[in-house]
């Protein structure tokens, strides 16, 4: 089945440290791909997504790049700051109307 | 982007008893709601799909009968967890998705702590 494997955290970075967050990803076919994140006391919100191979999302400075070859969606960030801080969750879809699969998330604290 | 509420946020409640947690979609007409729980320090594991008008489609191991899933109309859907017992605690989380298709957005609630005593 599909199945989605992302870095266990906690992730401590300080401010202006460059993050990545690694996820791997098994599935048949050629899903989407997705990174939500999720603050404090909110709900998840889509951080960016890429739908075929070697697309490259990116939002407010993340960046994560559909890498078929090795079934990778590896999430960056140049400069992390405080506002930051957050679970990450790494996410795919397969096909059609079928739900998203979650990685188990990656709690990063940034700080100053 | 598109909001969708849970209530409660929070509820606790003695075993044995039924607890009734909303999702609503506020400003866009879902005709896909999803339910995941959520353990800690684990990943969201979906629980159910219900399209409007039909019957939820569960996922396997989800018993159907502890966890009955309602979704009436394009902006609400209910789960009750009945006869909840301390196994049962965990973070329930909805997500409705505006329409049929390969790449429309899931939109996620805030989630409701369910505690069991």
């Known amino acids: 089945g599909n199945s989605v494997t992302q870095m266990e955290g906690p992730v401590t970075l300080s401010e202006e440290a460059f993050l990545t967050i690694n996820c791997t990803y098994t599935a048949t076919g050629y899903p989407s791909l997705f990174w939500y994140v999720q603050y404090p006391g909110e709900g998840l919100q889509l951080l960016l997504k890429?739908?075929?191979?070697?697309d490259k999302g990116s939002n407010k400075g993340f960046e994560a790049t559909y890498r078929k070859e090795t079934t990778s969606f590896h999430l960056e960030k140049g400069s992390v700051q405080v506002s930051d801080s957050a679970v990450y969750f790494c996410a795919l879809r397969s096909t059609g109307n079928t739900p998203l699969v979650f990685g188990k998330g990656t709690r990063l604290s940034v700080i100053a | 982007g598109a909001v969708v509420s849970q209530h409660p946020s929070w509820v606790i409640c003695k075993s044995g008893t039924s607890v009734k947690i909303e999702c609503r979609s506020l400003?866009?007409?879902?005709?896909?709601m999803f339910w995941y729980r959520q353990f800690p320090k684990q990943s969201l594991m979906l629980m159910a799909t219900?399209?409007?008008?039909?019957?939820?489609?569960?996922e396997q191991g989800v018993e159907k009968d502890k966890f009955l899933i309602n979704h009436a109309s394009l902006t609400l859907s209910t789960l009750t967890v009945t006869s909840a017992h301390p196994e049962d605690s965990s973070f329930y989380i909805c997500?409705?998705?505006?329409?049929?298709?390969?790449?429309?957005?899931?939109?996620f609630g805030p989630g409701t702590r369910l505690t069991v005593l």
């Open positions: 400003d866009f007409q879902a005709t896909t």
């Open positions: 997500s409705a998705r505006k329409v049929a298709g390969a790449y429309n957005e899931q939109f």
């Open positions: 890429a739908t075929k191979a070697d």
């Open positions: 219900s399209n409007e008008g039909s019957k939820a489609t569960y």
